[in-house]
DNA sequence: AGTATCGGATACCAATAAGTATCGAAAATG
DNA sequence: CATTTTCGATACTTATTGGTATCCGATACT
């Protein structure tokens, strides 16, 4: 007992189980995807989620927390308000890569909030941390006079914004380029 | 046999079957609702869901097709580009005393469209019509030069932009208020 | 080495839920 | 009024799947 080194090959197993699942929920949402077709997915059984989970929701858990977006804006050190925006349009812009997976993980999670309140606080928490870092920066870098709107509206707007775009470049991927989503962000500007 | 005027009797149960449906799947998503509970919702039984519809997934489209987000902004006959991106930003806020049902909608169908590449179309189209519907408006009544990105980029955000903030108001209602929403759209002013 | 522990496989269980077969009553049709 | 058709209820089937019990092999400990 005690002090689990937590095992070469443990942790490579759950890492395995962690990519399966993550493949699979991004392909099929989270409630279609059985558990069997996770565990084949990462040439693994049933037996090795259990060992490693208490559940199917502790593993949706834990794919979920390790899939939340991010945006990692580059501010020009100098730049005026419209590059500093233009910046978070290129970072918003990165994401639609991995849109499509990040929209089915979204909206799987955002159901599961439907019936699990607990974890509506945290999701909305997970996505104002990811989505509205940047936001924190640009607020603090301008005078409120500057932004083009209040300042503690700023930041619900940049996440709205990059959510929108990315569930749309879903649907319609030719009609949400990288140009549009920096053009939307530069528009924020004025 | 032939033309059957859908007796009254019958459009009232189907009817009883979608708002039956229209709830439970609000609350629960989709394929966490069953028949079971959607005709017991109505005051039926699975047997009438079945005489009304092929299947689950003819309910589903049934449903979705009734449920689909539609802004019906109110421009100023003669306002400038800023009254009228108000108007738009308050057609959205009329969104937002729905936005939990619609999004857990949206939400489903864009799961559903993950294994359904010929919905995934459907979608788009749906939401095009119903979200940028204005936005043409828009870009007809101002001259390029005048709007604050491409023609075709701004029915593009401004699906974004509305989509986003609904999904926002179901996480954290508080900071999606009708004022936000107003003051979101207005920026894209500048 | 010998023994205890752990991690994962296999087989099984039980619940849920979509779909089907059938039947009865009410309404439409003549 | 008779009869046919329609609509919805009931009961059943069947497949899926989350979860459990158990067993075996490899690794860690003394």
């Keep these: 007992m005690s002090s689990r080194p937590l095992s ?3 942790a490579q197993t759950l890492e395995r189980l962690l990519a399966g699942a993550t493949a699979v929920i991004a392909e099929k949402g989270f409630q279609r995807a059985s558990l069997d077709e996770i565990a084949a997915r990462a040439g693994l059984t049933k037996g090795a989620v259990y060992s490693n989970f208490a559940s199917k929701e502790a593993l949706f858990l834990a794919v979920m927390s390790a899939q939340t977006l991010r945006m990692q804006p580059r501010f020009p050190p100098d730049g005026d308000l419209r590059a500093c925006l233009r910046a978070l349009g290129e970072a918003c812009a990165e994401l639609l890569p991995r849109a499509r997976a990040q ?3 979204i909206s799987e999670f955002h159901l599961y909030t439907l019936t699990h309140d607990e974890m509506r606080q945290r999701l909305g928490d997970a996505h104002a941390a990811g989505f509205a870092a940047g936001a924190a920066d640009l607020v603090a870098r301008f ?6 709107m209040p300042p503690q509206v700023l930041p619900v707007v ?7 775009l990315v569930y749309q470049h879903c649907l319609t991927p030719d009609a949400v380029t ?13």
């Design 8 to 10: 070469r090959k443990r």
């Design 103 to 105: 929209a089915a993980f």
């Design 143 to 148: 005078p409120a006079d500057c932004l083009p």
């Design 158 to 164: 940049i996440q709205a914004l990059s959510l929108g």
């Design 178 to 190: 990288p140009e549009v989503a920096i053009a939307a962000f530069e528009a924020l500007a004025g």
